[in-house]
């Protein structure tokens, strides 16, 4: 009789993995199993026969008692298959087992590696990206309508300053917006007045204006972390923020700061939902970005900054370069696969990129 072949005895599914490892070390013991389990109902139905045997011949006198030798050997020879069968069973199941168990981890590391390459990409094409953003801000601090905007902020320099943002912004469309703020902190223009009517917003206590006034010159940027920013209508956004330096000099006098509001979501989150996930693996699988305290800054459940992500010995996982690790949390296994921000040229985010899947419960079945 003919039947459909399993999947780890399909040809099709015969690549050198540890998954393929261990669905035949799963395949041989259940093989082992039901071929001792037949080897017993073998052994229960002779030694049925061998026992009717003997009465029958019993009952025949002498004329049975060759048969009746014959039939005490049958259970003798059960005897003797059962307990083979039984020490086979008893040696095979504790091969296998390991061989099971090594399959187990072998895929485990396998995996934890793919994953922790994986998340290595994540950061690293962030870190990239964000570089640029430090360097825009910087440019465009000396832009000379941006500084004449601040130097003397009469309603044609300003709008000739709001007027070139604008064009600007036509050409880097990752950005929500460019702001002016004078020294004081209050936006005096900025690059979609149309779309966000933010000048006269005080911005003096922001991260962003305050980290780019305290820099020591224009080479140097501010910034402000991942956060719901009043300046575009409250969406996600990150700030970059250059001194502007009377006469474009990186050293001049400090006349105020340029701000770049950048699409936070725009890139992360497209990093995020597109990590080259199996789609088997996707459900029980999360990719995130985080910082040090483990708040959640990009997020394939789009949970950004809402939760912050706890594991145990985070510390000492965040310390690596890049690694992965099993860890058991809540009754669940989770393989942890973790890179550090690698940085690129002067730029480095500092964060960290994660990937955690939820691993199947093993059982012995």
Same mark, same amino acid.
């Given at each position: 009789?003919?039947?459909?072949?399993?999947?780890?005895?399909?040809?099709?599914?015969?690549?050198?993995?540890?998954?393929?490892?261990?669905?035949?070390?799963?395949?041989?013991?259940?093989?082992?199993?039901?071929?001792?389990?037949?080897?017993?109902?073998?052994?229960?139905? +002779?030694? &049925?026969?061998?026992?009717? =045997? %003997?009465?029958?011949?019993?009952?025949?006198?002498? !004329?049975?008692?060759?048969?009746? #030798?014959?039939?005490?050997?049958?259970?003798?020879?059960?005897?003797?298959?059962?307990?083979?069968?039984?020490?086979?069973?008893?040696?095979?199941?504790?091969?296998?087992?390991?061989?099971?168990?090594?399959?187990?981890?072998?895929?485990?590391?396998?995996?934890?590696?793919?994953?922790?390459?994986?998340?290595?990409?994540?950061?690293?094409?962030?870190?990239?990206?964000?570089?640029?953003?430090?360097?825009?801000?910087?440019?465009?601090?000396?832009? +000379?309508? &941006?500084?004449?905007?601040? =130097? %003397?902020?009469?309603?044609?320099?300003?709008?000739? !300053?709001?007027?070139?943002?604008? #064009?600007?912004?036509?050409?880097?469309?990752?950005?929500?917006?460019?702001?002016?703020?004078?020294?004081?902190?209050?936006?005096?223009?900025?690059?979609?007045?149309?779309?966000?009517?933010?000048?006269?917003?005080?911005?003096?206590?922001?991260?962003?204006?305050?980290?780019?006034?305290?820099?020591?010159?224009?080479?140097?940027?501010?910034?402000?972390?991942?956060?719901?920013?009043?300046?575009?209508?409250?969406?996600?956004?990150?700030?970059?923020?250059?001194? &502007?330096?009377?006469?474009?000099?990186?050293?001049?006098?400090?006349?105020?700061?340029?701000?770049?509001?950048?699409?936070?979501?725009?890139?992360?989150?497209?990093?995020?939902?597109?990590?080259?996930?199996?789609?088997?693996?996707?459900?029980?699988?999360?990719?995130?970005?985080?910082?040090?305290?483990?708040?959640?800054?990009?997020?394939?459940?789009?949970?950004?900054?809402?939760?912050?992500?706890?594991?145990?010995?985070?510390?000492?996982?965040?310390?690596?370069?890049?690694?992965?690790?099993?860890?058991?949390?809540?009754?669940?296994?989770?393989?942890?696969?973790?890179?550090?921000?690698?940085?690129?040229?002067?730029?480095?985010?500092?964060?960290?990129?994660?990937?955690?899947?939820?691993?199947?419960?093993?059982?012995?079945?």
């Amino acid at each position: 009789m003919s039947t459909t072949p399993t999947t780890v005895e399909n040809p099709a599914s015969n690549a050198a993995t540890p998954e393929r490892i261990s669905a035949l070390a799963s395949l041989l013991r259940n093989r082992i199993r039901g071929s001792i389990q037949e080897i017993s109902d073998i052994n229960l139905q +002779a030694r &049925v026969l061998s026992i009717n =045997a %003997q009465i029958e011949a019993g009952r025949a006198g002498e !004329a049975g008692r060759a048969f009746s #030798v014959v039939a005490e050997e049958m259970v003798s020879f059960s005897d003797r298959t059962q307990r083979a069968a039984q020490k086979l069973e008893e040696q095979s199941e504790a091969v296998v087992m390991e061989l099971a168990e090594v399959s187990h981890r072998l895929a485990t590391e396998v995996r934890g590696t793919r994953l922790a390459d994986l998340a290595l990409t994540n950061i690293d094409l962030i870190d990239r990206n964000l570089y640029e953003r430090s360097c825009d801000c910087r440019w465009w601090a000396t832009d +000379a309508a &941006v500084v004449a905007a601040l =130097a %003397q902020p009469t309603p044609t320099n300003l709008s000739f !300053a709001s007027q070139r943002l604008g #064009v600007i912004l036509k050409a880097y469309t990752v950005y929500f917006d460019i702001v002016i703020a004078d020294a004081n902190g209050v936006l005096v223009a900025n690059g979609r007045p149309d779309t966000y009517p933010v000048v006269g917003t005080d911005c003096s206590q922001t991260p962003w204006f305050k980290s780019a006034v305290a820099t020591r010159s224009g080479d140097e940027f501010g910034f402000q972390t991942v956060h719901i920013s009043p300046l575009v209508k409250n969406r996600r956004a990150l700030v970059y923020s250059c001194r &502007v330096c009377r006469g474009g000099d990186a050293n001049g006098e400090l006349l105020g700061v340029l701000g770049v509001v950048f699409n936070w979501d725009g890139l992360a989150q497209r990093i995020m939902h597109e990590t080259p996930i199996e789609e088997s693996k996707r459900s029980v699988t999360r990719t995130c970005i985080v910082d040090d305290d483990g708040n959640v800054l990009a997020d394939s459940r789009d949970r950004i900054l809402e939760e912050r992500i706890e594991l145990r010995d985070r510390s000492a996982l965040f310390a690596t370069k890049k690694s992965s690790q099993v860890i058991t949390t809540s009754g669940r296994t989770l393989l942890v696969a973790h890179a550090q921000s690698p940085g690129f040229e002067t730029y480095r985010t500092g964060w960290h990129s994660l990937i955690i899947e939820e691993l199947p419960a093993q059982t012995d079945a």
